[in-house]
């Protein structure tokens, strides 16, 4: 495959739009021909695919931000990451499950003699979103560590005043005393081009020592102020590496 249509597709596969839109339309033609949960049932297979696609197309809209949103309140991941998706997800299901069962009933009247439980319908959607996001959330993690760059591009330069990298998916936020501005990289890969002294004090940031103003907090939950007004979290297992390189020597609130 020639490179350069190879950086498109994975170009593409970054898009987080298009990931959703290509994970719900393939998962709703799937669905949509197999039948699960009794759909088979439902008269008219081009009724039954034009269902399950729209379906997982709203899926993928409420879903796609929830999972974004998440990442927003919990950048770092972990347990915490986990659990508010998990609270996230239970919450956004109840609405996909009542515009699906909605939708089901109006296109095919004659599910109203049968008793289906609501609880059920909820779990069924639950399963699927819980599904949908595995699948987005492995491929915007395999995009994330794949480089994207043609035979005569190089990594996109940083500015010179970089107080902080922030990571948001697959972009880095680079913060500078002027304000700040994505760019399309690994958080690794923006690391290794600067050259000021500077920590990754969090699993999705990294900090230079000149831009911090004061430290915050205890080693279970310290925060940096920046000379910007940002403030940076630290997470517990970068706590050691602050104290061995002199940042703790007079860190007060």
Known sequence: MPTSFSNRLTQLSRNPVAQWAAVATVAGLILGVLGPFGSYLNTGLDKR????????????????????????LAPGGGMKSL??????????????????????????????????????????????????????????RRAAARPVLSETESPAALP???????????????????????????????????????LRTHRSWWVARHAVRSIE????????????????PVARSAVVHLRQAGWLEHAGG
Do not use: C, K
């Open 49 to 72: 695919i034009a269902y399950w696609v729209v379906s997982m197309l709203v899926g993928a809209a409420l879903f796609g931000g929830t999972l974004r949103a998440v990442r927003r």
């Open 83 to 140: 659990s508010l998706l998990a609270v996230a997800l239970g919450l956004v299901s109840l609405l996909q499950a009542f515009l699906t069962r909605t939708a089901a009933f109006w296109l095919w009247p004659e599910l109203h003699r049968f008793d289906l439980s609501p609880v059920l319908w909820y779990g069924q959607t639950l399963l699927i979103a819980g599904l949908m996001v595995a699948v987005v959330w492995a491929l915007q």
């Open 160 to 198: 010179r005043d970089v107080l902080a990298l922030q990571m948001e998916d697959h972009y880095v936020r680079v913060h500078t005393p002027t304000g700040a501005q994505l760019m399309l990289m690994p958080l690794h890969q923006a690391i290794a081009q600067l050259q000021v002294e500077g």
């Open 217 to 232: 907090g205890t080693p279970r939950a310290m925060r940096l102020h920046l000379t910007n007004g940002l403030t940076a």
